[in-house]
């Protein structure tokens, strides 16, 4: 697993909402999540595994196009991905 630079990763209930409300530097990431674990250990700074909504498919077919959620793709960028250059345009 790669590290990175510290983030900020808040975790509240509003109320009137139905669920948890997950902002990464300021911005929800809610909707691009179906979980996450922290870890919290002596001696060392917490640590954020974010589980990232993604549609599965079969992994043996050819000509697939894979599909990743708008809240997906914009998390996966603002954690420093780049989606490739095919896809960059569109």
């Known amino acids: 697993m790669t590290e990175r630079q510290p983030r900020s990763l808040r975790i509240s209930t509003p ?4 669920g948890h409300l997950v902002e990464l530097d300021g911005v929800d990431v809610s909707r691009a999540l179906y979980g996450l674990t ?3 250990a002596a001696g060392g700074p917490p ?4 589980n990232v909504v993604a549609k599965e498919i079969p992994t043996e077919l050819d000509g697939v196009r894979a599909h990743l959620p708008d ?3 914009e998390l996966l960028v603002q954690l420093g991905w780049t989606p490739p250059a ?3 345009s569109s």
């Open 86 to 88: 095919e896809e960059a």
């Open 15 to 18: 109320a009137g909402r139905g």
């Open 47 to 50: 640590t954020a595994v974010l």
């Open 71 to 73: 809240a997906t793709r």
């Open 38 to 40: 922290l870890t919290v």
